[in-house]
């Protein structure tokens, strides 16, 4: 692993998701620590001290989110876990739900003593089967075991944890769409303000976190804030999970040292370019985030405050590696599929946006480009940035930017001489 | 789904008083895995259990991509076309399968047994390209992967006309019975 591992730090094995295995490794003490010997603002503290990031994609400290929860305000608060992992290049999430089921149970307990909340969620993507599973037969488990329901550890402490599963929906996977769509209705995102950590879940105070952000509060409270800002660097403390795939000799999923290098990364922890070719360029975190040429990507250090600096961000840690000889044009092809695909269609820059942003790019791929498409598809990502209720216009704009900015030739040529000028290819051989 | 409503009930206890309007997804969910799909009854029997507006469940319904009204052919197989999976060969399996099952995505093969959809990640990049099979993934697909897998559900039994009475209880069973439940963890193939 590269750097210290604080969330894969134990061997997978067949039983290695179930209780008594968490058990054999320490798991639900720091919950009893927690209950027993803490405040619910302690656990607060402690969090902001840590410094610990979001890792859904917005690296929002975690410690100031949980801060806006008012624990005398007499009203319910909730707890939602984002487990709609739906970014494409990102699958982080599911190591955990199927690896470490038990690790954000705990977690989740933890959170909720630290935020007053009764009922919890997890709002999992409909298309994960097995995580969910996994994840529901360790929270079965914790039920019978007392580390869930009521007086949990013999303290007047009670949780419930739902695990709600979605239908489809990307959007879903934005807070306020998850919300929405926990209460049973279409997955529409909200305006804000209010935030939802005002007004959520029914209208009440809900904290929403991702599955990963989740999974570090037991570390954490465990071992302290002190021990874990040692990993990682001084603005970005802790590590990342980072699902990488496309064009890579290993995929898979890697828990990095935030301020670990790129190059070594790629070419040593995942064996390098598939077919032993060259690096074109890589997709940092997940498509939303701007693409990194290897001239950009090489000498950077994998952690947000150098992301930043190359001008893209490590997003949901979605890394997707593409190797030279890829075309750009059918790359973005795919892209624009998507959005128009998953646009939830409230927003008008964004319902149109993004449909015309797709018949555009499909009219270049079948060779009746013109000229000036490429300036249209630059003006319709631009219309859409901060015109819309999330952030999906945005990033669609964003990840269009992008790479028009970088690989405009490729566009260009495509629009002159109507065909690809790297055959149109998204795969290469095999060496 | 009449049958359904005590199971409902019994989820009641873990969710906050004043919740029922959430249980509209899980509720349709179970429907569709018990049917097959939400039949007109299924709705106006959850509304009325439920007491939530009739247009709530019918939006819900045209919104999440999983949701299906109509039913489906015995084996439903969903291919990723997202960015990794073309990287890795999903458009040259999408070829495959339309070659092979003779149908184009949002078909059902005449004999009933086979649907063939597209979908956008499946978040599975890792081991692109996926294809998911019924409730299942099937990961690192191949032609010969492609080509065994359908040898091996030709051997399943359940073949059905579209339009018929679907039975879709012993899928799940089904699959977990098979010997390829595949995973990323190889501890649980055997």
């Known amino acids: ?431 | 789904v009449k049958h359904l409503i005590p199971e409902f009930e019994s989820w009641k206890k873990r969710y906050p008083a004043g919740f029922e309007s959430s249980l509209v997804l899980p509720c349709l969910r179970r429907i569709q895995e018990d049917r097959g799909y939400v039949a007109d009854e299924d709705i106006a029997a959850l509304v009325d259990w439920l007491k939530v507006p009739r247009m709530q469940v019918e939006s819900v319904l045209s919104y999440y991509t999983q949701f299906r009204r109509k039913p489906i052919g015995r084996w439903h197989l969903q291919a990723c076309r997202n960015v990794t999976c073309s990287m890795r060969g999903a458009e040259t399996l999408i070829g495959d399968i339309e070659t092979k099952l003779g149908i184009k995505p949002g078909e059902t093969t005449p004999d009933g047994r086979f649907t063939f959809s597209l979908v956008e990640c499946l978040g599975s990049c890792g081991t692109a390209p996926v294809l998911m099979v019924n409730d299942t993934y099937r990961e690192n697909m191949s032609a010969e992967k492609l080509e065994q897998l359908l040898l091996e559900l030709a051997k399943e039994p359940g073949s059905r006309k579209p339009g018929s009475e679907p039975n879709f209880a012993d899928q799940r069973g089904a699959a977990k019975g098979s010997a390829h439940e595949l995973g990323s963890d190889p501890a649980e193939r055997k």
């Open chain 1, 1 to 431: 692993m590269p750097g210290t591992p604080l969330i894969m730090n134990f061997p997978v094995t067949g039983t290695s998701h179930l209780l008594a295995d968490y058990l054999a490794r320490g798991g639900y003490k720091t919950v009893e620590k927690a209950l027993k010997t803490m405040s619910p603002g302690d656990v607060t503290k402690e969090v902001m001290a840590a410094g610990l990031l979001g890792h859904g994609g917005a690296a929002f400290p975690v410690g100031r989110k949980w801060s806006v929860i008012k624990l005398d305000d007499g009203v319910p608060h909730y707890l939602c876990c984002n487990a709609d992992e739906g970014e494409p290049g990102t699958f982080k999430d599911r190591w955990i739900l199927e690896n470490a089921p038990h690790l954000l149970v705990e977690s989740m307990a933890i959170a909720s003593h630290a935020l007053g909340v009764r009922n919890a969620f997890v709002y999992i993507r409909g298309e994960f089967d097995r995580p969910y599973r996994r994840l529901q037969a360790a929270i079965d488990e914790a039920y019978n075991a007392g580390y869930l329901g009521e007086k949990i550890l013999g303290t007047d402490f009670a949780l419930d944890i739902v695990v709600y599963r979605g239908a489809g929906s990307y959007v879903c996977g934005e807070a306020s769409g998850l919300i929405t769509s926990v209460e049973g209705k279409r997955g529409y995102p909200r305006n804000r303000p209010p935030r939802l950590t005002v007004r959520g879940l029914y209208q009440r105070p809900t904290v929403i976190n991702n599955v990963e952000t989740l999974a570090n509060i037991t570390g954490i409270i465990a071992n302290g804030a002190a021990a874990f800002r040692k990993v990682g660097t001084e603005k970005s403390p802790g590590t990342q999970m980072v699902s990488i795939s496309g064009h890579i000799n290993k995929p898979g999923v890697y828990e990095v040292e935030y301020g670990y290098s790129w190059s070594k990364f790629l070419y040593e922890d995942c064996g390098g370019i598939l077919g032993g070719k060259d690096l074109k360029c890589v997709i940092p975190g997940g498509i939303s985030t701007k693409v990194l040429t290897r001239a950009e990507v090489e000498p950077t250090a994998m952690d947000n405050q150098s992301l930043a600096a190359a001008g893209s961000s490590l997003g949901s840690g979605g890394m997707i590696v593409i190797a030279e000889g890829t075309c750009m044009v059918r790359l973005l092809q795919v892209m624009l599929r998507f959005y128009h695909h998953e646009s939830c269609g409230q927003c008008t820059p964004c319902r149109e946006g993004m449909g015309w942003m797709h018949r555009l790019i499909d009219r270049i791929v079948a060779g009746n480009g013109r000229p000036e498409d490429i300036e249209t598809l630059i003006r319709i990502s631009h219309a859409n940035d901060g015109t819309t209720i999330c952030g999906m216009g945005d990033a669609a704009g964003y990840a269009t930017v992008g790479i028009l900015a970088k690989y405009r030739h490729e566009f260009e040529h495509w629009i002159t001489h109507k065909r690809s000028l790297c055959d149109g290819r998204l795969e290469v051989a095999h060496a």
